[in-house]
């Protein structure tokens, strides 16, 4: 009974807070007029999520009637299992540049939400033992202020009820942005750029089915450089799930 009181008191707070600091639509950033909204209305029904065949391997959309997998995944293999993304990174660009660089961390609960979707649409019930956000360097983490993947992380995990663990991979190499690599530079370039934090204890990892969780996926390097050290301490299967993911022709320019 007291828990309960507790909680209705937070959800009071938060909603005062809201009507003195309105929150903004994570998706257009103008500010929404009720207390709670994650989207606005219009905003809402206009996310541009994707939409028909996929990729099975990584979630891209697919435009030939016959394929299953995208070029990408046809030409290169893939340590991790298969993953999905509800967005295509082109139509989410903005929203997302404000997310990692404008300070709009409270939108992780709003992408949180569209994720949580995707994963209980590409996912079975209990599939996915423990989620892990892909992790930042220590000196990107400190200029930026956050991880917006260790946020996407938490909110997810307290939406499917699934134990998260923001510490549990260390990023030991800084690399330089990828967005401008060809896939196998990016490939070389996070060559064992990811280890298992072994103050995380390593046992957390062995026969489970592990979620990485991503913004954005473009080759698979990333997510494939955070499989590795996790496949290799005993998890049973590695899979993703982006916020976005880019298309072939974006990944070209």
Do not use: W
């Amino acid at each position: 009974m007291k828990t309960d009181v507790i909680q209705v008191f937070r959800k009071g707070f938060g909603n005062c807070v809201e009507l003195l600091f309105p929150r903004r639509c994570a998706f257009c950033d103008r500010p929404v007029k009720l207390p709670g909204i994650l989207f606005c209305p219009d905003c809402e029904k206009a996310l541009p999520k994707i939409r028909g065949a996929r990729c099975e391997k990584c979630g891209r959309p697919l435009f030939g009637k016959e394929e299953t997998r995208c070029p990408d995944c046809r030409r290169l293999p893939h340590l991790f299992s298969r993953g999905s993304a509800p967005f295509v990174y082109r139509d989410m660009q903005m929203p997302i540049y404000r997310f990692k660089y404008g300070g709009r961390a409270e939108y992780a609960e709003a992408f949180a939400s569209v994720m949580e979707e995707e994963l209980r649409r590409t996912f079975l019930p209990g599939e996915t033992d423990l989620i892990v956000p892909v992790p930042l360097h220590e000196r990107r983490l400190q200029s930026r202020g956050y991880n917006q993947a260790a946020l996407l992380a938490i909110e997810l995990g307290k939406r499917c009820h699934i134990p998260v663990e923001t510490d549990l991979l260390i990023r030991k190499k800084d690399t330089a942005p990828l967005k401008d690599q060809t896939p196998a530079e990016r490939r070389k370039n996070l060559s064992d750029a990811f280890c298992i934090n072994r103050l995380s204890h390593k046992n957390k990892v062995q026969f489970k089915n592990i979620l990485l969780v991503d913004d954005i996926f473009t080759t698979g390097a990333t997510i494939d450089a955070c499989a590795a050290p996790l496949l290799f301490a005993g998890a049973s299967k590695v899979c993703f799930l982006s916020l976005s993911v880019s298309t072939e022709d974006e990944e070209k320019r």
